[in-house]
């Protein structure tokens, strides 16, 4: 339903009360508005990479993020001019690394094509990769000051209580509604504050579940509110059936070096290097065992061209992706035989040091530091051992 047939349901459809909507939310906000280090800058590049970081993140993930990010990229030029490789890894963590590859390509089409400047309408910003409407909107208002809806995971809740909306908010229907409504709500003046006071209330007050309606300052316009429908508004989304995996991921060495393989475009983490690894069916989901052993080998040998002998299970991960709940079993190999053939994989033999430099996905990680401990334990064993043989000698010196 478009928000003009909606709005005869919609308390602020008149002028009046949506002047007292905004002034109530501007006086809230300036009393309760959060002290956040995005929040402190006008800046459209900081604006920016804040905004592709709080997409599917928490405020509190992406602050050390935001912080770390800022210090090695200060400007879109040093960002434009930065390896994909470089900008992964100091993604690595935050997820959807689509993001960091997008801002990448972006920064060097603001550099290439605008100069080094932003585009300051929202049109000319959602022609660069990864920006959509709401980050479009976001910069124009938070850095430009200008006039521009937003609607995203926060103010999408707070819009359909306001409304009363009981439809599916992410359908076409819905989203033209709520960006109606949007564009209706934002003022001439100061609309970046405003946008931001909207994203607050919807993100402390009028929370996912149980919204603090006591301490909401625009609950007097709101019709879940007078309807006592705001816990099922808005309609959930259907969530997709969890499907059970469990893969191997193997750490070959050769030499105190560990084989990785670059991630292709076609598959997920693009970009991210990582240990060889891949699904298990059947029998071999059993665990350690000679037959799955077996197993592994054969795969190494058919996905990657390498023969390795599977020594030990290191360790067992559990982790989701997505609608995957996987269980990763870890495996330690050695190395065998050079790749027979190569299927046009980018492989590489990688130090335990140069493994702190490389983009890896989380579960990558925690198994490159698995590595670094084990190494560092058996430093420690062969340095205590060396003391033991050369006790003697030294007490024999001296006497
Ligand atoms: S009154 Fe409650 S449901 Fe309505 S906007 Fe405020 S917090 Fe949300």
Excluded at 129 to 143: E, N
Excluded at 208 to 235: K, L, M, Y
Excluded at 285 to 298: I, K, N, Q, W, Y
């Amino acid at each position: 339903m478009p928000f003009t047939e909606f709005s005869r349901f919609a308390p602020l459809h008149e002028a009046e009360a949506l002047a007292g909507f905004r002034r109530q939310l501007r006086n809230w906000y300036a009393r309760n508005g959060r002290d956040l280090a995005w929040r402190r800058t006008r800046d459209p590049y900081r604006v920016w990479v804040s905004e592709i970081m709080l997409q599917q993140t928490t405020v509190a993930a992406v602050a050390p993020y935001f912080e770390r990010f800022l210090a090695r990229f200060p400007n879109v030029a040093a960002l434009a001019d930065a390896a994909e490789e470089d900008v992964l890894r100091l993604w690595e963590g935050l997820g959807y690394y689509s993001r960091a590859r997008n801002l990448r390509r972006a920064a060097e089409r603001i550099v290439h094509d605008y100069g080094g400047r932003f585009p300051h309408d929202a049109g000319g910003l959602q022609r660069l990769p990864g920006i959509g409407r709401y980050t479009a909107g976001a910069i124009v208002s938070f850095a430009f000051d200008r006039p521009a809806a937003i609607v995203e995971a926060n103010t999408l809740r707070l819009y359909c209580r306001l409304l009363g909306y009981a439809g599916d908010p992410r359908s076409s229907a819905g989203q033209r509604v709520l960006w109606e409504f949007a564009e209706r709500l934002v003022p001439r003046r100061s609309p970046g504050r405003f946008n931001q006071a909207l994203m607050e209330l919807g993100a402390t007050v009028c929370r996912p579940a149980a919204p603090d309606c006591s301490r909401c300052p625009v609950r007097r316009h709101c019709v879940a509110f007078g309807e006592n429908t705001q816990d099922v508004i808005p309609r959930a989304a259907a969530r997709p059936a969890v499907t059970q995996v469990t893969e191997a991921m193997v750490a070959i060495s050769r030499r105190g070096r560990f084989l990785l393989r670059r991630r292709p475009p076609s598959e997920r983490w693009a970009g991210l290097w990582d240990f060889p690894r891949f699904e298990l069916n059947g029998s071999a989901c059993d665990g350690d065992s000679p037959a799955v052993r077996g197993f592994v080998e054969e795969q190494l040998q058919e996905r990657h061209g390498v023969a390795a002998a599977v020594d030990s299970l290191l360790t067992e991960m559990r982790h989701g992706v997505t609608r995957y709940r996987i269980r990763l079993l870890c495996f330690a190999a050695r190395y065998v035989s050079r790749p027979r053939r190569s299927n046009g994989e980018e492989l590489r033999w990688t130090s335990r040091r140069e493994l702190t430099d490389l983009p890896l996905s989380t579960t990558g990680r925690r198994m490159a530091r698995l590595l670094c401990e084990q190494s560092a334990v058996r430093s420690q064993r062969s340095a205590v051992s060396g003391q033991l043989i050369t006790h003697p000698e030294t007490l024999k010196a001296e006497r």
